[in-house]
């Protein structure tokens, strides 16, 4: 090997292959583009989760109401309102929006027949539904307007253990107001509350009727319909027994508690079980239509 030859290896050996700031600068820049694909990638990301979210207010809607094209008037909007805010329900906003939107498709499309409500509690839903339907068209409102009823062996240890805790006085009301079955006057509560929120009774057409939905439940016409909010399996059954053959073509009934309650789930799969000419439809809250 020559001694040139020699030398240029050493010199190559004794040489850094980069200067320090240029491997700095070939890090910095890789960096940049690691940063801007990632920066790409998020932005992806939120623009596809931002899809996500829209697509689940439209399902979430479509599941809680079959009902889109209807807006609440102001002063039903503003009687929902007032409910929340004075904790007269245990509904939510939405819900009780969906009721009134269900009694206002019933007046477009001049169903004949009553509304009803059979669990009514301190009346928060019972007075949206009134307040969103005509005055002419007569409103029944059942309850014990009391401590609720016993539940039966149909209802499941759900229920019984809920039951327990009521009769111990352990209950809470919405809002750590007090629990409405513990309230002394219930009755008179609620016709206050219908008169305070601007539907009383006496000129809406509403009923209250006081008793147990046994001896108290027998629609003496069609209904329109029916907001069942009876939470326990014999309270559902017997309202379904007496409401379900006078429920008007294309009436629906309400059930606020088959997700929430064993019994009531129970009566609803027993009643409609082979039943032909009602739809069960599983929406956020269990609705049958009568077809
Ligand atoms: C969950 S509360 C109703 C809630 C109400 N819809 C609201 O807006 O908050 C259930 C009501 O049904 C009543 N109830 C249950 N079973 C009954 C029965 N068999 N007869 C009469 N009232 C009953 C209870 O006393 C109670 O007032």
């Not at 503003?78 to 509904?91: C, H, N």
């Not at 006078?246 to 009643?271: K, M, N």
Request: proline share 5%; aromatic share 6%; glycine share 8%.
């Amino acid at each position: 090997m020559s001694a040139s030859n020699t030398a240029r290896r050493v010199l190559a050996r004794l040489r850094p292959a980069a200067a320090p700031d240029d491997v700095l600068q070939q890090e910095l820049a890789q960096a940049r583009t690691r940063l801007r694909r990632t920066r790409t990638q998020l932005r992806q990301a939120r623009q596809k989760a931002a899809g996500l979210e829209r697509e689940l207010k439209l399902t979430r809607a479509s599941l809680r109401s079959p009902v889109h094209d209807l807006v609440l008037p102001d002063r039903v909007a503003a009687v929902i309102e007032q409910v929340a805010a004075e904790k007269l329900t245990y509904l939510s906003q939405e819900n009780l929006a969906t009721l009134a939107t269900l009694v206002l498709d019933v007046e477009r499309r001049g169903l004949p027949g009553a509304v009803v409500e059979a669990g009514t509690a301190r009346g928060g839903s019972a007075i949206v539904m009134a307040a969103a339907k005509s005055p002419d068209r007569p409103m029944q409102v059942y309850d014990v307007f009391g401590l609720i009823p016993p539940p039966t062996d149909a209802d499941g240890a759900d229920v019984h253990e809920r039951y327990r805790r009521i009769l111990a006085g352990e209950s809470r009301g919405v809002g750590e107001e007090t629990y409405y079955g513990y309230r002394d006057n219930l009755y008179d509560e609620v016709t206050d509350s219908f008169d305070r929120l601007g539907v009383p009774v006496a000129e809406h057409g509403v009923e209250l009727v006081q008793g147990l939905f046994a001896d108290t439940v027998h629609p003496d016409g069609p209904v329109a319909l029916a907001h069942l909010d009876g939470d326990w399996y014999e309270s559902t059954l017997t309202c379904l027994e007496r409401i379900a053959p006078v429920l008007v073509p294309g009436g629906r009934i309400v059930l606020d508690d088959y997700w929430a309650w064993s019994g009531c789930r129970r009566a609803v799969d027993e009643y409609f079980a082979d039943r032909p000419g009602y739809v069960v439809e599983r929406r956020a809250k269990v609705h049958v239509v009568r077809v």
